[in-house]
Every structure is written in structure tokens, then in C-alpha cells.
């Protein structure tokens, strides 16, 4: 009988510090929720404990959200074994960042190349580039001239290999700017893909 009720005050208690630990403890975090999560990366993992998911420095030194596949990439033939982990770059399928103090946003294909590149110069002037297997074939955006800078106001649509552009030419004129259209065809048929 003496154990019963030795074992049982000890529930008892066990029971009571329970509860005023959980009332302490919530009472005090209410007031006062953590303030700052120190990390230097963050990772989503799949059932199977893949990183599917990174938010971090990659290693091209870019911070990143970054997501990668279900389905691992290996390395080509003959380059060792698979490449793993979304802090390599040709793993990302879609990432999201900062280069340089310059916003990105990158999407790739299974093969690791990159397909379609969206981001803000040095000046803030947006660009996007859409590729293929082959390389660009699509660039949208402001073009920077031989020596870049904030005034650089020219834009185009242009389709490559160099076949087509449509875009706008920006000049300064007595203290005024002006912009003129522009446009250029190719007649004569471009090899594809370019050698």
C-alpha cells in the first residue's frame, strides 16, 4: 500500500509541474515571442530526406530560395558520382535571390541549363532572357551601351540568332529626352543552331 501511494503522489506531482510549467512557460512567451531564428541555410526535405527546397548562400556565393526535384540529377559520366544538394547551382530548378545586391529569378531545365533569366541591373533596369538547349533565343528588356550606366534608356524585343528587334532608342536633346522607335528584320535565313 505504501508503494501505491508513493507512486501515486509522484504522478500526481509529475501531473502538477506539467501544467505549471506549460502555464509559465506559455505565459512567458506571449508577452515576449522569439524575436530573431539564426541559421545559415533552411532546408525542405521529401518523405525520403531529400532537400527539395533551400533557402541559404548557394555555392556561386548568391542568397537564395531556391527549389530543386523529386528526382535527383546525377552527375555526367565519367564526373564522379551524384551531384547532391540545392546549393549547387545546376540543381535548381527555380530560384529566387540576390546577386550582388541585384534581385533574380531563375528557372532551369532537367539538365541543370538555365531556360529563363529575369533581374535588375546595376541601375535597376529590368531584363528577362528565355533560352533554349542551344543558348538565348528571346531578351526583353533595357539594353546597356559600351559604358553602362543609370541613363541607359534603350529597350528591345529581340529574337536570336540576331533575326529580328523591335525596341526604342533614348536621347538627350537640350535638356530634353526623346525616344524613337526602331525595328530590324533578317530576310536571309540564319543556320539553327548557330555553329
Do not use: C
Amino acid at each position: 500500500m505504501k508503494n501505491i501511494v508513493i507512486v501515486a503522489a509522484a504522478m500526481l506531482a509529475g501531473f502538477l509541474g506539467g501544467i505549471l510549467g506549460t502555464q509559465l512557460t506559455g505565459a512567458s512567451r506571449q508577452g515576449h515571442p522569439d524575436q530573431v531564428i539564426r541559421a545559415r541555410s533552411f532546408e525542405l526535405v521529401d518523405e525520403a530526406g531529400r532537400a527539395i527546397s533551400f533557402w541559404g548562400v548557394d555555392n556561386e556565393n548568391n542568397a537564395v530560395l531556391a527549389f530543386g526535384s523529386h528526382r535527383p540529377r546525377l552527375a555526367p559520366a565519367g564526373r564522379g558520382g551524384p551531384r547532391l544538394g540545392l546549393s549547387e547551382l545546376r540543381n535548381q530548378r527555380a530560384s529566387i535571390g540576390v546577386i550582388d545586391d541585384s534581385p533574380f529569378l531563375m528557372l532551369r531545365g532537367a539538365d541543370g541549363r538555365t531556360r529563363v533569366r529575369m533581374y535588375l541591373s546595376d541601375f535597376g533596369k529590368p531584363f528577362l532572357l528565355m533560352e533554349d538547349e542551344t543558348g538565348p533565343r528571346i531578351s526583353l528588356g533595357t539594353e546597356q551601351s559600351d559604358t553602362p550606366g543609370p541613363q541607359d534608356n534603350d529597350w528591345s524585343l529581340a529574337f536570336y540568332p540576331e533575326v529580328a528587334r523591335i525596341g526604342l532608342h533614348a536621347e538627350k536633346a537640350r535638356g530634353q529626352t526623346y525616344v524613337q522607335g526602331g525595328m530590324f528584320i533578317r530576310k536571309d535565313k540564319v543556320r539553327y543552331p548557330p555553329e
